[in-house]
T-cell receptor, first 113, second 111 residues
Framework: GAGVSQSPSNKVTEKGKDVELRCDPISGHTALYWYRQRLGQGLEFLIYFQGNSAPDKSGLPSDRFSAERTGESVSTLTIQRTQQEDSAVYLC???????????FGPGTRLTVL | GDSVTQMEGPVTLSEEAFLTINCTYTATGYPSLFWYVQYPGEGLQLLLKATKADDKGSNKGFEATYRKETTSFHLEKGSVQVSDSAVYFCALTEYGNKLVFGAGTILRVKS
């Protein structure tokens, strides 16, 4: 595609529910990053994919967070048993490879009530 | 670990004023440095970058120079416009890996 797309754009959920956030990177881009932006703060790194494997998961805040990528394309970030502190904008970025400019998607705004 | 510190906002300026947004960093190695911009209602975009000491990144009238001796990458523009109103993020990456961001600085330009 022309750019990185993410869905849904907005998600409101109740505390304790599971959510899935989707990222479609730019076609042919092998690397993929997930970041989180909490209100009034900078972006925090969550996880990095090279192809379908995740060599760096160091930013995932707890074992409630997981992510997968299939076909060197779409990635899904799953948050189980959501908490209010999970409320944030979740951003996906897709560089051509690990050493190039990162192109960001529009983000998914997650609100946990 | 690596970190980025940028000046707190919001910064409010009149049109045609001079802009400086300070950014300093700590890194274990030799990072590449970036400024990203987030316009209202839009996604994050790369504004400019510099990959080695004394490099100057520039775009849309904005400039920033990689100063290794002061570990800084301050963003400047000689004459801001209302359309420059946005949130500006300073960031670094080492070894072309994950980006480490500052907290962001809100810029408001009044006509």
């Amino acid at each position: 595609g022309a750019g990185v797309s993410q869905s849904p754009s907005n998600k409101v959920t109740e505390k304790g529910k599971d959510v899935e956030l989707r990222c479609d990177p730019i076609s042919g881009h092998t690397a993929l990053y997930w970041y989180r932006q909490r209100l009034g703060q900078g972006l925090e790194f969550l996880i990095y994919f090279q192809g379908n494997s995740a060599p760096d998961k160091s930013g995932l805040p707890s074992d409630r967070f997981s992510a997968e990528r299939t076909g060197e394309s779409v990635s899904t970030l799953t948050i189980q048993r959501t908490q209010q502190e999970d409320s944030a904008v979740y951003l996906c970025a897709s560089p051509r490879d690990s050493y190039n400019e990162q192109f960001f998607g529009p983000g998914t705004r997650l609100t946990v009530l | 670990g690596d970190s980025v510190t940028q000046m707190e906002g919001p910064v409010t300026l009149s049109e045609e004023a001079f802009l400086t947004i300070n950014c300093t960093y700590t890194a274990t190695g030799y990072p590449s440095l970036f400024w990203y911009v987030q316009y209202p209602g839009e996604g994050l975009q790369l504004l400019l970058k510099a990959t080695k000491a004394d490099d100057k990144g520039s775009n849309k009238g904005f400039e920033a120079t990689y100063r290794k001796e002061t570990t800084s990458f301050h963003l400047e523009k000689g004459s801001v416009q209302v359309s420059d109103s946005a949130v500006y993020f300073c960031a670094l990456t080492e070894y072309g890996n994950k980006l480490v961001f500052g907290a962001g600085t809100i810029l408001r330009v009044k006509s």
